[in-house]
T-cell receptor, first 112, second 112 residues
Framework: NAGVTQTPKFRVLKTGQSMTLLCAQDMNHEYMYWYRQDPGMGLRLIHYSVGEGTTAKGEVPDGYNVSRLKKQNFLLGLESAAPSQTSVYFC???????????FGQGTRLTVV | DQQVKQNSPSLSVQEGRISILNCDYTNSMFDYFLWYKKYPAEGPTFLISISSIKDKNEDGRFTVFLNKSAKHLSLHIVPSQPGDSAVYFCAANEDYGQNFVFGPGTRLSVLP
């Protein structure tokens, strides 16, 4: 019973490098989300998806892209990493409506 | 401007006593609220929720109170246990919307 799994757990990037964070859920959830957590800021929504093939911008989308080609996977891409993108990234999924979200364990990304 | 505020960054409570965590919101359209608990190096996990049609919801040691006129909710933990030491996030949702807005979190320390 894996739930929501994020890959990788840790990563260090140099400024300008690119990378993709993978989120996989095995609960057949429709909705998936990418958040970033910064000190004193709570969880801020980057992008989200309400179903396979759909994506939408959240509160802080700049510098990120996403794709949801398969229902169970939600990818977050950084095309050209910047130090301001140093953060802990969380993926979440939920069935929809008034239900709680299930979160992955997080990815700690450092951009130097 | 933050729509969901948790004005106490940290709180310390003695084991066995009551912990009260507070959350204020500014968007009067929010009508569903959740509390999540987060341990270090883990993703947030759902704790308890409340709809705006209620003013109280209980689940074991955890009770959430909602005061709609004051745009305020609180989480009560009675009795507090050392295992409750974590960061607690308040989140709000609007009219079955697809997104949840999170507060910055309160770090609770329960002292033995």
């Amino acid at each position: 019973n894996a739930g929501v799994t994020q890959t990788p757990k840790f990563r260090v990037l140099k400024t300008g490098q690119s990378m993709t964070l993978l989120c996989a859920q095995d609960m057949n959830h429709e909705y998936m989300y990418w958040y970033r957590q910064d000190p004193g800021m709570g969880l801020r929504l980057i992008h989200y998806s309400v179903g396979e093939g759909t994506t939408a911008k959240g509160e802080v989308p700049d510098g990120y892209n996403v794709s949801r080609l398969k229902k169970q996977n939600f990818l977050l891409g950084l095309e050209s990493a910047a130090p301001s993108q140093t953060s802990v990234y969380f993926c979440a999924s939920l069935t929809g409506g008034r239900t709680e979200a299930f979160f992955g364990q997080g990815t700690r990304l450092t951009v130097v | 401007d933050q729509q969901v505020k948790q004005n106490s960054p940290s709180l310390s409570v003695q084991e066995g006593r009551i912990s009260i965590l507070n959350c204020d919101y500014t968007n009067s359209m929010f009508d569903y609220f959740l509390w999540y608990k987060k341990y270090p190096a883990e993703g947030p996990t759902f704790l308890i929720s409340i709809s705006s049609i209620k003013d109280k919801n209980e689940d074991g040691r955890f009770t959430v109170f909602l005061n709609k006129s004051a745009k305020h909710l609180s989480l009560h933990i009675v009795p507090s246990q050392p295992g409750d030491s974590a960061v607690y996030f308040c989140a709000a949702n609007e009219d079955y919307g697809q997104n949840f807005v999170f507060g910055p979190g309160t770090r609770l320390s329960v002292l033995p």
